[in-house]
């Protein structure tokens, strides 16, 4: 039986990849902190391992004398990727979270670090000019791994996913109109007259992905991202719909009441999926309006259970009086 020993196997992203490649005939050691892992995915064979990844005795004896593929969820630095690269003795391949982020314009600018958003091509593929490797910012430290682990003995995918969405999510973009639906507002304000697009990823495509490359070893990158991905307008119905509840979208021209989608319309940001359908045989395992029926039911627990997002970029998205304001300078 083949064997994949995931780092952050509990996780948003980890519980979906564990599922799919269990359900694929994998043995699958999800490894965190506690060393838990759900009912779900114990009742699929998923075992559970604790193992802290920032000590390296302890991620050795977890994986144990030998893997088939190592899946990294949260691998995120240059250091990550020397240690990926040290388990040369011990696992045959690697599957490495990345992200999007790490392309650039030709004027060198990224998704992070820079005032004016970057000019895309639509879409992206992976021949796509990357910023330089550094420790400025999550995009380049993002690089700084994937080139180490792109020089390294093992073969590494290298995952670049986008707008990442699903149960178990630290910062739920979702939140913002789900939260609103559960409160019972129909207005909502949405800015760039709800043409914003930037690419949607749903865990299970996510995992379907990672499932097809641990099983086809190489040295690549793959974006990952959603069919169709949708424009904020679109995520706001496909939310509303999720939740039986109706929106009445107040379109607003600029930023005045931003989103965690917004960006100017004539900037999208759209990943090609090609090479992964070309390469790995890649097909969409979902939608987003059909994903995202399970995070809102997932939200829905969360905001009974007292969960709040203050401290966080999503606070001010939240703050109804602020919003009502920004509606009614357009009124």
């Not at 699903?166 to 709800?194: M, Q, S, T």
């Not at 992964?276 to 987003?288: D, F, H, K, V």
């Not at 009974?304 to 999503?314: I, K, P, Q, S, V």
Request: glycine share 10%; aromatic share 6%.
């Amino acid at each position: 039986m083949r064997r994949a020993v995931l780092i952050g196997g509990t996780g948003m992203i980890g519980r979906a990849a564990a599922a799919a490649l269990a359900r694929d005939g994998w043995e699958v050691v999800a490894l965190s902190r506690s060393g838990e892992v759900s009912a779900e995915l114990a009742a699929l064979g998923v075992r559970g391992a604790a193992a802290d990844r920032a000590d390296d005795a302890q991620l050795r004896a977890a994986i144990g004398d030998s893997a088939d593929v190592v899946v990294d969820m949260v691998a995120y630095t240059q250091e990550h990727g020397e240690q990926l690269n040290g388990l040369a003795d011990v696992a045959g391949s690697l599957v490495v979270i990345s992200s999007a982020s790490v392309y650039s314009d030709a004027e060198g600018r990224a998704l992070d670090g820079v005032s004016d958003p970057p000019q895309m091509p639509v879409p992206v593929l992976e021949s796509q000019p990357t910023v330089k490797p550094g420790d400025e910012t999550y995009s380049t430290r993002k690089v700084a791994l994937e080139q180490a682990l792109l020089a390294g003995p093992l073969p590494a995918t290298l995952v670049r996913a986008c707008a990442i969405h699903g149960p178990g999510a630290k910062l739920p973009r979702e939140i913002v109109f789900a939260k609103r639906a559960y409160d019972g507002r129909r207005r909502v304000a949405i800015a760039f007259n709800g043409e914003s697009r930037f690419h949607t990823t749903s865990v299970p495509n996510l995992a379907e992905l990672i499932r097809l490359a641990a099983a086809q070893p190489g040295n690549r990158a793959f974006n990952a991202g959603d069919p169709d991905p949708p424009a904020t307008l679109e995520v706001c119905r496909a939310v509303g719909a999720a939740m039986g509840h109706e929106f009445e979208p107040v379109l607003l021209p600029g930023d005045e009441y931003d989103n965690p989608w917004g960006a100017p319309p004539e900037h999208p940001f759209v990943v090609s999926m090609e090479a992964a359908e070309r390469e790995l045989g890649y097909r969409p395992a979902t939608t987003y309006p059909e994903a995202v029926r399970e995070t809102c039911a997932w939200l829905v627990g969360e905001i009974e259970a007292g969960r709040n997002w203050d401290g966080t970029y999503l606070e001010g998205m939240l703050d109804y009086e602020a919003e009502d304001a920004a509606m009614a300078s357009v009124a």
